[in-house]
């Protein structure tokens, strides 16, 4: 079955930095790749997705780029402030007729200094 | 639409009890799930169920069982808790794959 292995754990940087979480999956047939955020005390909300048949896209101060050859994929967050600081979750599934389910990386813990 | 809601929002269990978490989405979304989350081990997939009347197992199954009778509601039963089964539950929602999931704000569950 599908793995997906995350880094790094934690991340702390400057406000204004710029943050990047890369994850690598293991099953070349995933081909839907979402980006969770969760802040303390809450459950994971959803802040960008990507699919198979698109290398990048971009969404304001996020953009995720997916490379399908090395199987990984990765966040990009630009001018970080400190309302960024939370937990962010890739994931990857493989979604095919009724089936299929999206397998999370562990998570990194992003902090970000004022 | 209030999205994904679960019930309790805490709950601390004796080993051996019963009890069910309750989720319930009005979104009328066909997919549902059951999460566990642990410090550092992200999310762990329970159970899902594609629509009403259709469960299955997921990665982490043991000491659970679930039932979708309607499509709005997803039911997590625990028959005879244990320690191990201390941490936050999820539940999840989405109307078609590929698509992604809304999560409810989870259950802090405690077994002592």
């Known amino acids: 079955g599908e793995n997906v292995e995350q880094h790094p754990s934690t991340l702390s940087v400057q406000e204004g930095d710029s943050a990047v979480i890369k994850c690598t999956y293991s099953d070349s047939a995933s081909n839907y790749f979402p980006w969770y955020k969760q802040e303390l005390g809450k459950g994971p909300q959803l802040i960008i997705d990507?699919?198979?048949?698109?290398g990048e896209k971009k969404d304001q101060r996020i953009a995720v780029t997916l490379n399908k050859t090395a199987k990984h994929f990765s966040l990009h967050i630009t001018e970080t402030q400190p309302e960024d600081s939370a937990v962010y979750f890739c994931a990857a599934m493989n979604y095919g007729g009724s089936q299929g389910n999206l397998i999370f990386g562990k998570g990194t813990k992003l902090s970000v200094k004022p | 639409n209030a999205g994904v809601t679960q019930t309790p929002k805490f709950r601390i269990l004796k080993i051996g009890q019963s009890m069910t978490l309750q989720c319930t989405q009005d979104?009328?979304?066909?997919?549902m799930y059951w999460y566990r989350q642990d410090p550092g081990m992200g999310l762990k997939l329970i159970y899902y169920?594609?629509?009403?009347?259709?469960?299955d197992k997921g990665e982490v199954p043991n000491g659970y069982n679930v039932s979708r009778s309607t499509t709005e509601d997803f039911p997590l039963r625990l028959e005879l808790a244990a320690p191990s089964q201390t941490s936050v539950y999820f539940c999840a929602s989405v109307r078609d794959l590929g698509d992604g999931y809304t999560f409810g704000s989870g259950t802090r569950l405690t077994v002592v």
């Open positions: 990507i699919r198979s048949n698109v």
């Open positions: 169920s594609v629509g009403a009347g259709i469960t």
């Open positions: 979104m009328n979304h066909n997919y």
